[in-house]
């Protein structure tokens, strides 16, 4: 039987799901939320927050071991893991009871348990483990999300093989680990738990860290991390493992290399979590990875239901999740939407040196057919950078060339060093606004900033600079 009937039903309560159910119930539609673990989804629980609280205690004790410098004397670094453990989780905490505080003002309907598309594309199932509700909408969200890709051969524990969810709780630090897969998320555990005291082997199977990233950042990134006693091997694929009482030894790479490691992090990418949504039932199409298939607007290939967030074949991160809500619900309402230019989305490595990027690298420019004409420039001259002890890092603003040699519209902006995941906003404005470098150069920028470092490279592409 049919009970509660809503404006909107969303299945999955991680950003995506809690975006559209917040900005719908915002404008005025009576939501329902239904969600099977915890509201705040992988982001909250076991992603980005959790990830970066531990990289900030990384970023702690990189400060304490450079204090020296500074004239502040310490005693030798002591981590107690426990402590750290705590701290993000209670953070972890306040975050998922503030969402749910302010789903409660909004007035959205929280259900917990497996939500299911039923008989029709307007009804859903909820099942609680006991009872099993029917509700109605006359739109249905799927937000599902999506969970960590496994390794044929490589069964996951608590400590011994492990993917991101049990790494972000484990009991202790590895003394030794390695990693595969050296995108984002394998890049900042890498550089986590060597900023700990992790003895760490990053194995990536493409030819380069972080897909998507132009390779002039990159190339930094490999420097630091060697410098900071990771050993960085990319181009190697990952074959076997066995596992004994001395560790888990790894074999990859075309001789047959091995490393044996107390710790072996999987870190290959996430899957789809479409299988509960009981989507067959209405015939909802998915791909042959399983991501449920969407048109610009987020429409699935059933009318009245759409889909958002990871378990969509676009670029896995919370905040494309937040912008394809948005989109959702504004397409819901019957208005004029604009579709997220997934060309063009911000992109933030929070490893040490971060990574920030938003549109087109040289390479993928060239690629692209673009006549291009960069301008890189170092943090080794930026005061600021200068006053905090890190200089490793530059920014480069790719542009396509004007007759005259200088820069016309800027096509890309990638970063690496110091606190670029804070200063990646004005690239991406640049970016999506699809300003040229004259639109920018314009604006000032505040001394003593690390930003100026972004305003002196795009000024250098008008054919002349300050300090750049
Ligand atoms: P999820 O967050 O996965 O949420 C889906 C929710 O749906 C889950 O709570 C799940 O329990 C629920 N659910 C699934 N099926 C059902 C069902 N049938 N019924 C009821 N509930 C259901 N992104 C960034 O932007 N920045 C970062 O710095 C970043 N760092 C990350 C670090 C790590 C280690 C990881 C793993 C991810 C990181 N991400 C980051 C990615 C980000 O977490 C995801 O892109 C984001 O959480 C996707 O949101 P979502 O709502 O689509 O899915």
Known sequence: MTGQHFDVVVIGGGPGGYAAALYGASAGLNIALIEKKRLG??????????????????????????????????????????????????????????????????????????????????????SNGVETTTISGDAVVLAAGSEPRTLDGFPVDDSRIVTSDELLSIPELPGSAAVIGGGAIGSEFASMMADLGTKVTLLEYEKKLMPGADSDATKVVERSFKKRGITVRTGVAVKSQVTNEDGVTVTFGDDDETVTVDTVVIAIGRRPASETLGLDRTGVAVDARGFITVNDTCRTSVPGVWAVGDVIPTAQLAHVAFAEAIVTIKDILGETVIPVAYDKVPWCIYSHPEVAFAGHSEASAKDAGYDVVVSKHRFMGNGRAMIVGETEGLVKVIAEKQPDGTGGKILGVHMVGPWVTEQLGQAYLAVNWEATVEDVAQFIQPHPTMSELFGETVMALTGRSLHA
């Open 41 to 126: 989804g992988t982001c909250l629980n076991v992603g980005c927050i959790p990830a970066k609280e531990l990289l900030e205690t990384a970023s702690v004790a990189r400060t304490v071991n450079h204090a020296g410098e500074f004239g502040i004397e310490t005693s030798a670094l002591g981590i107690q893991w426990g402590t750290t453990l705590t701290r993000k989780q209670a953070i972890i905490d306040r975050l998922v009871g503030g969402l749910g505080m302010l789903l409660k003002n909004r007035k959205v309907t929280v259900f917990d348990g497996v939500g299911q598309l039923g008989v029709d594309h307007q009804t859903v199932t909820v």
